[in-house]
């Protein structure tokens, strides 16, 4: 007895020789274009985490919930594994890994979704061109990964002649289980999974030896890198723990980013309407253009009316993930539409080839020309605004670290400039030993002194060390008081000093601050933890 039901909308079957060939198109050209755009060292242009994922891989540190273990270990061995560069080069190739993998599974998925040859080569190739995508690919950052299980899964589901057979089920439910791993918020996709499953009603999923099979498989996956978190805390050292995991309660808040549920749903909704939906719209059309967005218009339809079940699954992931992101209320919430990105440029490359197919024989040359400039219109598009190749925000931190004596404290505008600090005083506890520390001293942003508020708490005439904010924390509990003070960058130099404190240039961007304890703290609440 057969154990799924056949679909009739089976995609073309490709030889091997040419299933390779068309996946070597995006491999090919996007290893060139990633490598050609690739940032060298540092930097925080497009991700405020960006510097301290070029780090924690090399200090085995854990990121803010979930945690992203698999990440950090996948991390952890590319700049151990890879011989050349920086460490920062390496950790942001690993970006550019999983967009290739990326591009690579999408031939797969639109072949299966009927697609001709040229433009299923041509279209992922030009996903991967497209800026939302690019720019995390050049970058050290979690997005392109998690672009990868999403496209993944789906290749997985797909891999066989019968999309609901075993074998592409089975797959499709460990890939996903190995998705957790990477980011608990990947739950977003369930809603999707669950359309499939009710539609192909798979009931031998549930069939005791199926589910002993799948059950301790699927939660090995999930669950088995978190292993990761409790023993990094318990290990500890010099490196960078913003997910410390010591018991169960511990473990839980982690990995449903407990820390981060106030601001889940909480986007005021006037805001949502009158600034992030017309954002939205902003962004999409700065992504693929008008012409584009018909066209992924179209291939929705076109999925919806032919295979209606890969219509309604991927629409179900795009509004899911959508309808999160807008009413997660942080600031760099559009970093989180990635996902979206990328299913509407499948629907986008599905149009464009029912379209052409209409056109009969002048449509397969179109097809080829289509193909052909997808990525070429990426590139020309996107390339000035990607180029992170000549980005080198590091120098001038190595510099000031030079001229920064032992038993310092260093403060900057911003938590990306903090990082670039941590990235040379972390590894092989540099900092411990210089006894030098790094900390964002802007706080507290509804106060009036706010860009010298956590400078003022640290000069104040207090006893004991200072508690610092919760992110520096992840590096240390406190800090002593009473160390050679230092402010980082020319305008926030400026800033501090408008602020009432006696700044002296030292050298390029670095200023000694006289940190007196007569200076008077400002009436009003102390800042909030971790902001």
Known sequence: MSTASPTPHAGPVDSRWVRLGLVAVPVVVLAVVYGRTLQRTTGNYFSVDTTKFDYLGLVLGTAHPPGYPLYTLLDAGIVRLVPVGSVALR????????????CAL??????HLGVGRALAAGGATGLGLVQPFWRYAVVAEVYTLTAAFLVGASAARWRTRRPGGAAG??????????????????????????????????????????????????????????????????????????SRVTDVGSFWAVVTGRRFTGEMFDAPWPEVVHQRL???????????????????????????????????????WVLAVTVFVLGYQVGDWATMLVPVWVLVGLWAVVGLDRVLRLLRAPGRVLAVLVAAALPVAGLVTGYAAVDRSRVDPQSP????????????????????????FSYRLLPGGVGVRRNVWVSRGQGAEVRPDAPTYRIR???????????????????????????????????????????????????????????????????????????
């Open 169 to 242: 089920l089975r797959a499709a439910v460990l890939v996903f289980a190995l998705s957790f791993a990477h980011a608990t918020s990947n739950v977003l996709l369930v809603p999707g999974l669950l359309v499939l499953l009710a539609a192909w009603r798979p009931a031998w999923l549930l069939r005791p030896r199926e589910l002993a099979t799948l059950l301790p498989a699927g939660a090995l996956l999930a669950l088995g890198p978190y292993a990761y978190l409790p023993w990094r805390t318990a290990v500890g050292g010099s490196t960078y723990l913003d």
């Open 91 to 102: 950790a942001n190739l690993l970006s550019a890994v999983f967009a290739v993998l990326t």
């Open 457 to 531: 708490r640290y000069c104040a005439p207090e006893p004991g060390p200072w508690v610092w904010a919760r992110q520096e924390q992840a590096i240390a509990p406190s800090v002593a008081r009473g160390l050679a003070t230092f402010v980082y960058g020319s305008d926030y130099a400026r800033a501090v000093r408008d602020g009432g404190f006696q700044v002296e240039h030292v050298s390029g961007k670095l200023y000694r601050l006289q940190c007196r304890v007569a200076v008077p703290q400002s009436p009003g609440r102390p800042e909030p933890p971790g902001r």
């Open 278 to 316: 017309p954002e939205l719209g902003s962004a999409a059309t700065a992504a693929y253009g008008p012409w584009l967005l018909a066209a992924a218009a179209v291939g929705l339809a076109v999925l919806l009316r032919s295979r209606p079940v890969v219509g309604l699954l991927t629409l179900a």
């Open 397 to 420: 931190v190595d510099a000031a670290l030079l001229a920064v004596p032992d038993d310092a404290i260093i403060f900057t505008a911003d938590n990306g400039t903090r990082h670039l």
């Open 106 to 111: 999408a031939v797969g998925v639109l072949r």
